[in-house]
């Protein structure tokens, strides 16, 4: 669900507020990426549908959505080693861009020749804050996490996310404003199993931490929807 949230929020960045993006999901090509984006415009999983649609109704897509020049796609093919990365955001900010994604931290750091991952991860973490600092704009930054201690609830089962579990370093919990974890019960029965719950782990500004709310996937318009579990009698709070 990581990359789905990021999803939501670059086009709501995008489209509703008419910001330029800059896009680096290290995951997938930028094939794959444009047609999640104009998912959400289209409201339907255009993965799997795009070929369907004539030829009319794909330009109206594309003109409401990457037509507009506010996502710059990141084309990262053979090469995705962290200070390349660094001049990639570089243009990008030239280019206008008020915010960058990062889809993820690990993969940025896997070209790198260095067997030290938390090492790597803190150099490519303060070069990030230090971007940040000198220009000004925003940036997400998406992080996997370690595996579970023996005895606790896996994250594969929806276990509780901890600032400890980011995987790599302890700059990936220093050195962000803000920390948003997403957890879900992938083994779950019924819709739980679409439920997302959000746990706000750190926030700079307010100090305010604990579970920030729920989101549920709606598989046939590949997008993600406010959800409250004491309408559907549900207690994922235990």
Not at 70 to 75: A, H, I, Q, S, T
Request: with cysteine; hydrophobic share 35%; glycine share 8%.
């Amino acid at each position: 669900g990581k990359s789905t949230i990021a999803r939501k929020i670059i086009y709501h960045l995008g489209k509703t507020l008419n910001f330029k993006v800059g896009l680096m999901m290290l995951e997938e090509n930028i094939k794959r990426t444009a047609k999640d984006i104009m998912a959400d415009y289209a409201e339907e999983r255009l993965r799997m549908t795009w070929h369907t649609l004539d030829k009319e109704k794909q330009k109206e897509i594309f003109d409401n959505t990457l037509g507009t020049g506010n996502f710059v796609l990141y084309d990262h093919f053979g090469s995705i080693e962290g200070d390349n990365l660094i001049k990639k955001m570089r243009y990008m900010i030239a280019e206008g861009c008020r915010f960058i994604i990062l889809d993820h931290i690990s993969i940025a750091i896997a070209g790198l020749d260095n067997n030290d991952e938390r090492r790597t991860i803190d150099k490519l973490i303060t070069q990030l804050r230090s971007l940040i600092e000198e220009t000004g704009i925003g940036m997400i930054v998406i992080s996997h996490l370690r595996k579970n201690e023996n005895g606790t609830t896996t994250h594969e089962e929806g276990g509780t996310i901890t600032l400890d579990q980011l995987r790599g370093s302890g700059t990936l919990k220093q050195t962000p404003d803000t920390i948003i974890a997403a957890e879900r019960n992938q083994q779950a029965e019924g819709i739980d199993k679409n439920v997302l719950r959000l746990r706000l782990l750190k926030c700079r500004f307010t100090g305010e931490t604990g579970i920030a709310g729920y989101l549920l996937y709606n598989k046939d318009k590949d997008s993600l929807e406010p959800y409250y579990p004491s309408e559907h009698n549900n207690d994922l709070d235990e």
